[in-house]
């Protein structure tokens, strides 16, 4: 490829041109509240399969959405067409729907503005990189998999984002972003392993790394044993741990806990997990993707939202924070996960102190079973392997598991300092690898 | 100036395509119109409308793809776009090692439009709001419901497809869809029943045909039997599955893995593979002779009868398993040549104008059988009726699967009794298909749709309709969904 002219690509919206685009909006609505949010996204994947490129793609979307209010009443519209003339039909049409809406009793006007702190959210060298340099990794990975005579399937793929926020009382927020990701599956025959990174820098995804942990997982996945289903002491590696923790933190919703209908109802401020389990909002981690402000216009900020095992916060919205009396709305898009007096250091060093257990690498398709106790279930996937006195001493085949991270982390026999963890259906987290007693296994598949 | 038409931005971009020595090149133009009204609780929560356009540029350049896309429509960007896209294509050949090969097609020129009795664009805002708001008004009017859901939805495509080979086809597509949930709680337990019209190619008939202001007292009284009904017991029972059911179990264990790409690894890295290998093909007992699954995208109102997917293909009707027997696949025209079809079967799309189109599943559906769904039921000693949609979960090859469902009755000498909660069944692909010994007939035959089927890297959202009339398999492995069964 040249990156000639082709690969420059029109500038993302920014500050100024927000600033200019809201304020056609706002001073022209006849709303008596009026918010508009910008959404610019320029990204890019190099996905390959069989050690080859197999998709190779490149797209630029804006997204410009209004939301006008006339009392109680509101409505949306939202467009990709960014000239004058559609602006004014998107507003018109938001006025249209506010008009004739019923009133909303939870409704809202945008919050109060304030200054949003500033974070390193856009790296440069992530915002500069194109299909090349997506081709070059790429290309890396698979190189290393040929040269074991193994399939490398992955992608690599970088981005760029425009977000703000506007509204008619003073709000203003803008925020460039960058997002960067690899992610490896290696074929060995019938075996597989896997790793997977995510960061706002290209420059950290580790690509040489990672793409030798899969190969190990890979090699070491060949001819697996069956076990029986049952309960088995269980070491989950940093991505199975944030799989699990992820349908936790989605089910923490205000809403439903105030109705009697979530996992947690009654327990906010009561004991749910391990008494040494922490878990907080960093926003300013460098490893994670924290953001200054939100979709609606609220300030991300460092919270704890469960404090040595206990549940001491809920996920509001505008509506039921005031219900409650929260005034900082907590926000979770950077959680790390800990266990205080955690000893130190690797995977490895904790299969060296395991008598025996499965280590689970990663799980796969994680569903709810029953949310009134957020019992779950998925498939352990691409390097499930028997650890016995301090040894992997066998791949085992992949089992289904039915249990509840409410009950699976009632104790922690032993776990790392918190590392990076990002799987296909969940963001990223900063999560230990755990050595947990009992976890249960429903059935076997046939590889 | 007027602003070009699309014919004449097509026309800009494949001149260019063809200008570079590219063999293949298309663009796809399209408009996405959206509305979205979602109640909760007794109120209107969100009323979206929402216009999504853009172009995507696809190239095939010494057998390697390059993909570019924009939202931004312009004399200027789509030049840029078309050539950014074979720039691309020329990176991915560098280190190509297999060239792809594109399965002959006639060219097409052709227009597709839905046929729509009433346009949902057309009906007053307040009829809409005003339905949803009393459905949730008549299932919080009823016993321990806590919690409600009303939604009605629709989209309206316009799509310019064209490609260097020559076939130009503009599609004016609609969908549409309407649901109510309620949630009950006893005893610190809740539990959720549902009533959805299907996703189907219809216009606002589909939401007024659904009734569901009628249907919202039964869906609250049942949601309340459920959650106080007996939890079920771990064990085997016979199971008779609903329509409705049934297309989920279809999808994830008899759509996925017939799709080609996953078959030969394309997927490997997330949506996964198959144990349907190519070697199968032909052979392999899938199912019991009652089972005959037909892949058809050609059935009027059914999400992808398109007329023709995102290769420029004919939409087609094709046997995915005859009486037990696997003998076909969901193919493109890239897979298609892979092993040896003459021609794809026409199941490539994206799910948007930024999407680069790949294999999915077609509207795969159960032939009907002969019974009657008493009769299903009334040859079972203990078993379970299944209705409706719940967990579901399968590996990455679809041979282990896990599913719950929306309601439950237990069947006790032929007879439905009462209902259950907390159903959970697993098996193994195609030993469940081989259990299979009866399919209702064709009057019980019932369609849904689905429009967020994940798969692909940037992820996407596939569209596609599962038909079934109910059936019957033995000796299930019922596990009860809460604690550790």
Redo the contacts between chains.
């Keep these: 490829?040249?990156g000639?002219?082709?690969?420059r690509w029109?500038k993302m919206t920014g500050r100024d041109e927000f600033r200019f685009l809201a304020d056609l909006v706002l001073t022209k609505s006849l709303g008596d509240d009026t918010m508009v949010t910008l959404h610019d996204l320029h990204?890019g994947?190099?996905?390959f399969?069989?050690?080859?490129?197999?998709?190779?793609?490149?797209?630029?979307?804006?997204?410009l959405a209004v939301t006008v209010a006339f009392g109680r009443r509101?409505?949306?519209?939202?467009?990709?067409?960014?000239t004058a003339g559609?602006i004014q039909e998107?507003l018109a049409?938001?006025e249209h729907?506010a008009r004739?809406?019923?009133e909303?009793?939870?409704y809202l006007p945008p919050p109060e503005p304030q200054p949003f702190e500033v974070r390193e959210t856009a790296r440069p060298e992530t915002m500069a990189a194109g299909?090349?340099r997506r081709?070059e990794y790429?290309?890396e990975a698979?190189s290393h998999c040929r040269m074991e005579n193994l399939?490398a399937?992955?992608?690599v793929?970088s981005s760029a984002s425009s977000v703000g926020v506007a509204a008619n009382n003073g709000l203003f927020g803008y925020e460039a972003r960058a997002d960067a990701r690899f992610?490896?599956?290696v074929?060995a025959g019938d075996a597989?392993g896997?790793s997977a990174a995510a960061h706002r820098s290209v420059d950290h995804l580790k690509i040489q790394e990672r793409t030798l942990a899969a190969i190990d997982k890979a090699k070491r996945s060949r001819d697996p044993i069956e076990l029986p289903a049952g309960?088995y002491p269980v070491l989950l590696e940093p991505a199975a741990v944030a799989g699990l923790w992820t349908w936790l933190m989605w089910s923490l919703d205000a809403k439903?806990y105030d109705?009697?209908?979530s996992p947690f109802?009654g327990k906010l401020g009561g004991r749910i997990v391990d008494e040494r389990l922490m878990l907080r909002n960093v926003p300013r981690h460098a490893d994670l993707f924290g953001v200054g402000f939100t979709a609606e216009g609220l300030p991300s900020v460092p919270s704890t939202w469960i404090d040595r095992g206990v549940l001491t916060q809920l996920a509001h919205d505008r509506f039921t924070a005031k219900i409650h009396g929260v005034k900082d709305i907590p926000t979770l898009e950077a959680p790390e996960l800990s266990v205080e007096g955690a000893a130190s250091g690797l995977v490895q060093d904790l299969i060296k102190r395991t008598d025996r257990a499965i280590l689970v690498t990663n799980f796969?398709?994680?569903?709810?079973?029953?949310?009134?106790?957020l019992?779950l279930?998925?498939?352990t996937?691409d390097g499930t392997f028997l650890v016995e006195k301090g040894e992997i001493v066998s791949a085992v085949k992949?089992f289904?598991f039915?249990?509840?991270p409410l009950?699976a982390f009632q104790h922690i026999d032993a776990a790392t300092a918190p590392m990076e963890a990002v799987t296909?259906e969940t963001g990223k987290m900063l999560v230990p690898a755990m050595v947990l007693p009992q976890f249960?296994f429903?059935?076997?598949?046939?590889? | 100036m007027a602003s070009p038409s699309w014919e004449e931005f097509a026309d800009l971009a494949l001149r260019r395509i063809k200008a570079s020595g590219a063999e293949y090149g298309d663009i796809r133009i399209q408009r996405s119109t959206t509305e979205s009204i979602l109640g909760e609780?007794r109120?209107?929560?969100?009323?979206?409308?929402?216009?999504?356009?853009?172009f995507?540029v696809r190239v095939l350049y010494h057998g390697?793809?390059?993909?570019?896309?924009?939202?931004?429509?312009s004399l200027e960007?789509v030049p840029?776009?078309a050539?950014?896209a074979?720039?691309?294509?020329?990176?991915?050949a560098?280190?190509?090692?297999?060239k792809v090969r594109l399965a002959e097609e006639p060219i097409h020129c052709d227009r597709i439009v839905t046929p729509v009795r009433i346009d949902p664009a057309t009906v007053?805002?307040?009829q809409k709001?005003s339905l949803l708001?009393n459905a949730m008004e008549a299932l919080h009017g009823r016993r321990g419901i806590?919690?409600s859901t009303a939604e009605v939805w629709w989209r309206r495509d316009r799509k310019h497809f064209e490609s260097t080979e020559g076939s130009v086809l503009d599609c004016d597509l609609l969908a549409a869809h309407g649901a109510i949930s309620s949630?009950a709680?006893h005893e610190?337990?809740?539990a959720t029943r549902s009533c959805n019209t299907p996703h189907l190619r219809k216009g606002y008939e589909l939401i007024e045909e659904a009734a569901l202001l009628q249907e919202a007292p039964r869906v609250a009284d049942q949601a309340f039997e459920k959650v106080t009904a007996p939890a079920v017991e771990n064990g085997q029972y016979d199971m008779v599955l609903d329509s409705e059911h049934l297309s989920l179990t279809m999808h994830e264990s008899c759509g996925h893995p017939t799709e080609l790409d996953r078959v030969?690894?394309?997927?490997?890295?997330?949506a996964?593979t198959s144990?349907l290998t190519t070697d199968k093909l032909g052979s392999f007992r899938f199912g019991s002779p009652h089972v005959t699954l037909v892949a058809d995208n050609t059935e009027p109102e059914t999400l992808a009868a398109t007329g023709y997917d995102d290769d420029g293909v004919a939409c087609q009707r094709w046997d995915i398993v005859r009486d037990g027997l696997f003998v076909g696949y969901c193919t493109n025209r890239e897979v298609a040549s892979k092993i040896g079809e003459q021609r794809s079967r026409g199941s490539n799309r994206a799910d948007g104008w930024?999407?680069?189109p790949?294999v999915r599943i077609a509207n795969i559906g159960l032939a009907p059988g002969t019974a009657t769904l008493d009769q299903l039921i009334a040859g079972v000693k203990r078993g379970i009726y299944i209705e409706g949609q719940g967990?579901?979960?399968?590996?990455?090859?679809r041979?282990?699967f896990?599913f719950?469902g929306d309601a439950f009755w237990l069947i006790e000498n032929g007879k439905r009794t009462h209902m259950l909660r907390?159903v959970?069944y697993?098996g193994?692909t195609p030993e469940f298909w081989n259990s299979c010994d009866g399919v209702a007939d064709r009057t019980f035959r019932r369609r849904y749709g689905f429009i967020t089927c994940g798969k692909?890297?940037?992820a996407q959202s596939g569209w596609m309709t599962h038909a079934a009339s109910p059936a019957r398999f033995r000796n299930a492995?019922v596990?009860r969904?809460?604690?550790?069964?």
């Design positions: 490829m040249s000639g002219n082709a690969t029109p990204s994947t190099a996905r399969a069989n050690n080859q490129v197999v998709q190779n793609v490149d797209t630029r979307r804006g997204t509101h409505g949306t519209a939202s467009t990709t067409d960014f559609s998107t049409q938001a729907i004739i809406s019923p909303e009793p939870e299909p090349i081709l790429a290309n698979i399939m399937a992955g992608i793929s992610s490896l599956t074929q597989t896997w309960p439903s109705k009697g209908v109802a796969w398709y994680i569903r709810t079973v029953n949310p009134s106790d019992t279930t998925g498939m996937r992949n289904r039915h249990d509840s009950r296909s249960n429903s059935s076997v598949t046939r590889f | 609780d109120r209107i929560a969100s009323i979206r409308s929402i216009e999504d356009s853009g995507g390697a793809w390059g993909f570019a896309a924009s939202s931004i429509l960007e840029r776009v050539d950014l074979v720039e691309i294509a020329r990176g991915s560098s280190i190509a090692v297999e007053p805002l307040d709001t708001l806590v919690r949630t709680l610190g337990r809740f030969l690894g394309y997927e490997a890295n997330y996964g144990f930024g999407s680069m790949i967990s579901y979960s399968i590996d990455q090859r041979y282990n896990q719950g907390d959970i697993h193994i692909g890297q940037p492995q596990i969904g809460e604690g550790r069964s």
